[in-house]
């Protein structure tokens, strides 16, 4: 059996596509549905009962409430619905998939799963789309002849620049890496949860990349993925905080982790101004530097320049 988690939170011009998606698999093997939904003020509690009447014997709904909710860096986080769905799955394999992102390709789940059942606690990611409003955009994270099918990924292959080179709807995993999940204490208060589980699949199990895109992934102004990238800078101190961690307990996912901790440490100065942590800021300004990153730094310094001249109005208002 094959356990699909879904987590539905404010998802109602979403869910449906999401959840039909998974219905159209074409398979040969059985499947359940876990549909968690955490008390959302719009219709998507609704529509996720409408189709747990329908299909009874295939989805499992859980309805939460907010008392629930994990919260990161003071955000509310959809954690709590996920680890739920994950602890009551009874699938040998896993497969996720995000309440306002669904599947394109109709085979995914069978030709994730002839991957893991050839190899022992196997992790299958695969290709996917951005949606900006109605385009579909290519991420071009990983390049592959398009005669290839699949390939092992090793952790020392994947460019230092690219950590998210799949998204969190396209996992498809073995049900023994369970138990690693929930042994990682970070897994609870990590921003993103591919930000944990990369590094943990690459450190216990066997990744491979299905050269195909399967999934959309639906970017939205309201969602927390634009809320922690666009935020504010005591979330990008966090994030340092997090690869800081990380990077001591995965080594075998170190380059591309120090990529990401310099990153957070730059984001955080230029919007914070702590020049308490001056000198951590100019280390990760040297090392981007070395990486040629120049549009990157070019970028935080304008928003470095315009906060200065923002905090200097305050100051000069008050």
Known sequence: MVSVCIQAYEHALYIDECIQ???SQKIDFEIEILIGEDLSSDKTRE????????YPKLIRLFLHDRSNNIKINNISTGRFNLLYNLAS???KYIALCDGDDYWKDEYKLKSQLKICQQNDYSVVVSDYFYQYGEQLINPKKL?????CDYVKLLAYHIPEDIYHFSHTSALFFDRKLLEKIFCESWIYKAWGLDTILTPLFFEY?????????TVVYRIRKGGNSSIKEQGFGDIHKFKYIQFTALKNKYPIFKRNITYEQNIAMIKYFTRS??????????????????????KFLKNELKKMIQNSRNKLQDYIKY
């Open 273 to 294: 101004l702590d020049f308490s942590i001056i000198r951590y800021f100019l280390i990760s300004m040297s090392f981007m530097l070395s990486k040629g990153n120049i």
């Open 47 to 54: 529509i996720c009962i409408s189709y747990a009447k329908r």
């Open 89 to 91: 799955a009874n699938g």
């Open 205 to 213: 199990g066997n990744i491979y990349y299905l050269n195909k895109k």
């Open 143 to 147: 390049s592959y002849s398009r005669h």
């Open 21 to 23: 998606s998974v219905l």
